[in-house]
């Protein structure tokens, strides 16, 4: 798909209405944006967003905001955000990661497709916070008592259409999306920083409780605690600039122990914008296409937990998540690459990745063939389930070995992980609660990943965390 990532958008100029031609993206567009891909596997500057307008006022992580705390919040330590901890990058995080039990992180969904109305916007947010809660049931697959550990709370749901469309809908983005005025080739339109503006504080609809009469804008409502991160709707068709990327973050960054790095944060989604701001501490912008379904916003997190270890903004999780989603293949077995991304998406190519045995991999790529055996796969990554031939490959006929659900548990006499069959019927399952784009690989992929309470082990030999707190580190 690349579903919602970015395909060398084309300038918008300074309009602040983005006009749609009638034909979508479809499968063939490349996932790419402003010289950020997947298979680029890079490391993103650290420091400042680099945008040339005022950034909000920062607010250093742990100090409490002039704000009352959320409303509803419980004293259960295991479930967060809770009343000793509510914001994103709190030390108590890091300092309690291995006690919690579920977190609810707290979302607003803004609208500014003028075709979609707020019962299709609204059913779609609720579909994807559904399928992420599955998603995040570990191993659910084999255990029907696992459960979510991530529930997203949709706290409000704000349709920003013009007016007009109300009555007659067009297939434009409102004009009420903030939109960069200088945007320049191959960037996304929209422009961050206003989301966190005074400006755009009314269409939030926040009222300041210390001031009546005023709003508070997103900076204040993330330090605050009020808000964890944003979602929002936007129409992209083809030959149009993209509205913004799968998902854009400014993270705080910590080290290979978990401890925050004073004075270090960057860019860490899937692709950079020079407008998102630093406000203090980690948000995430995540942009979801109106006209597909959840599995193509779950795919879309598949990228952003793949950018989160690319980032390297918790040294931790990156080192393990790239053993787990197969990122060092030129280490691990002498390929010409580092990981599948690096194939092309064109299947015209010629490249492609064929098993003949469940355990042997022959690469074709750039006209070579490289070989590989024993090969077995690991876990795999968002666009290559294990045994996929090409990008998205959901109906490979092969069976091929994999540890992908048996990551670093080491129950073999030999200290290895037990390498299992696998074929596309193990995440078909998922059909239902992620038909489009990649989810249903994806929520199966993601019940592997390391979760609560899972076996695996560090190379410590210590129990491996748990890494889903990572999304709000």
């Known amino acids: ?35 950020f891909t997947l298979a680029a596997l890079g490391e993103p500057p650290v420091g400042g967003g680099g945008h040339d307008a005022p950034q909000p006022k920062p607010e250093a992580p742990g100090v409490a905001p002039a704000f009352p705390m959320p409303e509803g919040l419980g004293d259960d330590p295991s479930v967060w955000p809770n009343t000793a901890s509510y914001r994103n990058s709190d030390d108590w995080l890091w300092r ?26 609204r059913g779609h947010a609720d579909a994807v916070a559904a399928g992420f809660a599955e998603a995040t049931r570990h191993k659910g697959y084999e255990n ?37 005025k200088d945007l320049r080739p191959g960037e996304p339109a929209i422009d961050y920083a206003a989301l966190f503006s005074d400006e755009f504080a009314p269409s939030l609809g926040f009222e300041d409780p210390r001031t009546p009469g005023r709003f508070m804008n997103l900076a204040e409502l993330v330090n605050a605690g009020w808000v964890h991160e944003v979602w929002f709707y936007a129409i992209h068709d083809a030959g149009d600039p993209w509205p913004g990327l799968e998902t854009c973050e400014m993270k705080q960054f910590y080290d290979d122990a978990c401890l925050p790095i004073a004075g270090k944060h960057g860019q860490a989604g899937n692709g950079q914008d020079r407008s998102m701001p630093w406000i203090g501490r980690s948000v995430r912008v995540a942009f979801f296409n109106p006209h597909r379904g959840p599995g193509c916003s779950l795919e879309n997190y598949g990228h952003t937990m793949e950018w989160l270890a690319n980032s390297r903004s918790i040294g931790y999780y990156r080192d393990y998540f790239y053993e787990f989603a197969d990122f060092e293949l030129d280490r691990t077995h002498g390929l010409p690459i580092g990981s599948f991304y690096r194939t092309s998406y064109d299947r015209r190519s010629g490249d492609r990745i064929d098993f003949p045995k469940p355990d042997r991999l022959e690469l074709t790529y750039r006209g070579k063939k490289h070989e590989a055996e024993p090969f077995i796969t690991t876990g795999g990554s968002a666009h290559f389930p294990p045994g996929a031939r090409w990008h998205y490959d959901l109906d490979s006929p092969y069976t091929v070995l994999t540890t992908v659900e048996t990551y670093r548990t080491r129950a073999t006499p030999t200290d290895a992980d037990e390498a299992r069959e696998f074929s596309r019927e193990k995440f078909l399952r998922y059909k239902d609660v992620a038909p489009d784009c990649m989810g249903q690989w994806v929520v199966y992929w993601f019940q592997s990943m390391p979760g609560l309470g899972n076996a695996a082990r560090d190379r410590e030999g210590r129990p491996m965390k748990n890494w889903w707190p990572f999304l709000y580190y």
């Open 96 to 121: 309690h990661h291995d006690a919690i039990r579920e977190m609810r992180p707290r979302v607003v969904v803004l609208n500014f497709a003028n075709d979609t109305d707020e019962a299709k916007f």
């Open 144 to 180: 029907p008592d696992a459960t979510p550990f991530i529930r997203f709370q949709i706290i409000k749901a704000i349709d920003l259409r013009d007016e007009p469309a109300k009555v007659e809908p067009v297939r434009r983005t409102s004009s009420r999306m903030p939109v960069k």
């Open 1 to 35: 798909m690349p579903n919602d990532s970015p395909s060398a958008p084309s300038a918008l100029g300074t309009a602040s209405i983005i006009h749609q031609p009638s034909n979508p993206a479809r499968w063939g567009a490349l996932a790419v944006l402003a010289g």
